[in-house]
Every structure is written in structure tokens, then in C-alpha cells.
T-cell receptor
């Protein structure tokens, strides 16, 4: 089945630095990627939707300049957390919508645990 | 806009007992409904999904769910709980295959030996 590879799985960074998270669709082309954030013991909240070849769409309350999303190709979407602060510490997960013939199976990356110290 | 309500943030059952995790949805159009399981520090694994057709959906690991339009519910059940079922479970809804999933707040399932 469809696989989305997400890296890194864990990252610790210093406050003020930037971190890039990558999601690659390994055996299919993902023209769209959804990015979610999950705080401890909470649900997944949609942050933004990236589309190959166009600007990302951000949910209300998500800072565009802080969370830079790029969909460079049909197999790669990236989320860069710029000038990270401790409150950005969270679990970030990407998800590709169902590809043609996949029977409505959303594919999730394995997640990235970001800790800002 | 669609939404999902999961009743009970924490459910505890004995090993071998029935598992029932409740999910109600709100949607302006016929929804697509999903149940996912998440183990600590891992991504989400699809248990089962309802799109169209048969309202009783069977998934992996012995789980099943029934779509009840009149009750706007999609409860998850398993006849006999196993220790390995202890995890966080999320119910989710989407309007189509191209829109993002909207998740409930999740239910943590504990299984007692």
C-alpha cells in the first residue's frame, strides 16, 4: 500500500533555531499533504494543507511565517519550524489523502517529536 | 463543517471483555468515517473505514464499527479485549477523499489483566 516516510522521528533543538521536517511519498505521487500537530494527550489538529506547485493553505491561528510549508515535488512536502520556541514542542504528523484507486485510505507519516529547549 | 465527538476520554476494560468506544459525528453531507489507533510516539494506523455500502464495517485486529445514520454514530467494538489493544483511539470524519480528516479528541483504552 501507499507509504509516507517522515523524517526525522525525533529532534531536539535550541530555542531560536529552525527545524525542517520532511514527508516523502514513497510509491505514489502526493499532490496534496496535510500537516497536523498533536500536543500531549490531545487530538490531532490540522495546521495546513500543502499543494504541489502552489502556496500552502493555513488554518486559522497558525502563523504562516513561523511554519513554512513547501511542496517541492509530487513526492516531497516539508514543514520548517522557524525560530522555534519551547511552546512549539509537539508531535507533528503529515498525511496524504487517498490516491486514485486507494479506496479512501489516508496515509500518515510516522510523526516527528519536536522538543525545543 | 463536520465535527466528531468521542464520549469518554478514558475507557478501562478487563482482558477478554467487550470493548466499546463511542463516536458521534456531525456532517452536512454523507460522511466518510474512520477509526485510527495510535501507540505512544507513533503515527496513526487505520483500523477501519466507512465510505459507502454496508454499514457494518470490519477492520483489523478483530475490531468492527457500525454506521448508524439515524443516530449519527460510528461506535467501535471488539468482542474480547487483548492487552495489546491498550492505546489511543481516534474517530475521524471527512467530506470526501480530498479533504483533511477532522479528528475527535481521542479515547485512551486501558486493558486490565
Amino acid at each position: 500500500g501507499a507509504v509516507v516516510s517522515q523524517h526525522p522521528s525525533r529532534v531536539i533543538c535550541k530555542s531560536g533555531t529552525s527545524v525542517k521536517i520532511e514527508c516523502r511519498s514513497l510509491d505514489f505521487q502526493a499532490t496534496t499533504m496535510f500537516w497536523y500537530r498533536q500536543f500531549p494527550k490531545q487530538s490531532l489538529m490540522l495546521m495546513a494543507t500543502s499543494n504541489e506547485g502552489s502556496k500552502a493553505t493555513y488554518e486559522q491561528g497558525v502563523e504562516k511565517d513561523k511554519f513554512l510549508i513547501n511542496h517541492a515535488s509530487l513526492t516531497l512536502s516539508t514543514l520548517t519550524v522557524t525560530s522555534a520556541h519551547p511552546e512549539d514542542s509537539s508531535f507533528y504528523i503529515c498525511s496524504a489523502p487517498p490516491s486514485a484507486g486507494d479506496g479512501f485510505g489516508y496515509t500518515f507519516g510516522s510523526g516527528t517529536r519536536l522538543t525545543v529547549v | 463543517a463536520q465535527s466528531v465527538t468521542q464520549l469518554g476520554s478514558h475507557v478501562s476494560v478487563s482482558e477478554g471483555a467487550l470493548v466499546l468506544l463511542r463516536c458521534n459525528y456531525s456532517s452536512s453531507v454523507p460522511p466518510y468515517l474512520f477509526w485510527y489507533v495510535q501507540y505512544p510516539n507513533q503515527g496513526l494506523q487505520l483500523l477501519l473505514k466507512y465510505t459507502t455500502g454496508a454499514t457494518l464495517v470490519k477492520g483489523i485486529n478483530g475490531f468492527e464499527a457500525e454506521f448508524k445514520k439515524s443516530e449519527t454514530s460510528f461506535h467501535l467494538t471488539k468482542p474480547s479485549a487483548h492487552m495489546s489493544d491498550a492505546a489511543e483511539y481516534f474517530c475521524a470524519v471527512s467530506l470526501s477523499g480530498n479533504t483533511p480528516l477532522v479528528f475527535g479528541k481521542g479515547t485512551r483504552l486501558s486493558v486490565i489483566a
